[in-house]
């Protein structure tokens, strides 16, 4: 059975940083390439990062280029976004979800996210 859990998130100063972290069951994380996706107030939800299976390749949203990077622990089954530089657009609930098509196109149901509020 597949699942994923996010967790991590809080409430951090504008340019502080922030780590989150989605934890992921092991046949669904030796398989799959994995997201981080985020949904502000009023805004859909939208690609953050990914990264492959193996983690030899990533790929970034323009607006976090630079800024944030994804990560993932194979003995922990567990896929990080470091976050950087935080601004108050970063401001969202973040999801992690595995990735049906690479790079951007999530594959299963959307679990429950973890919420990120930056403060100017």
């Known amino acids: 059975q597949e699942w994923l859990e996010a967790s991590g998130g809080g409430l951090v100063e504008a340019g502080g940083s922030l780590n989150v972290s989605c934890v992921i069951s092991?046949?669904?994380?030796?398989?799959?390439?994995v997201g981080w996706f985020r949904q502000a107030p009023g805004l859909e939800r939208e690609f953050v990062a990914a990264?492959?299976?193996?983690?030899?390749?990533?790929h970034y949203a323009d607006s976090v280029k630079g800024r944030f990077t994804i990560s993932r622990d194979v003995a922990e089954s567990t896929v990080y976004l470091r976050m950087d530089s935080l601004i108050p657009e970063d401001t969202a609930v973040y999801y992690c979800?595995?990735?049906?098509?690479?790079?951007?196109?999530?594959?299963?149901?959307w679990g429950r996210g973890t919420q990120v509020t930056v403060s100017s």
């Open positions: 092991k046949s669904a994380y030796t398989t799959w390439a």
């Open positions: 990264i492959t299976r193996a983690g030899e390749m990533t």
């Open positions: 979800n595995l990735i049906f098509k690479w790079p951007e196109t999530p594959r299963g149901p």
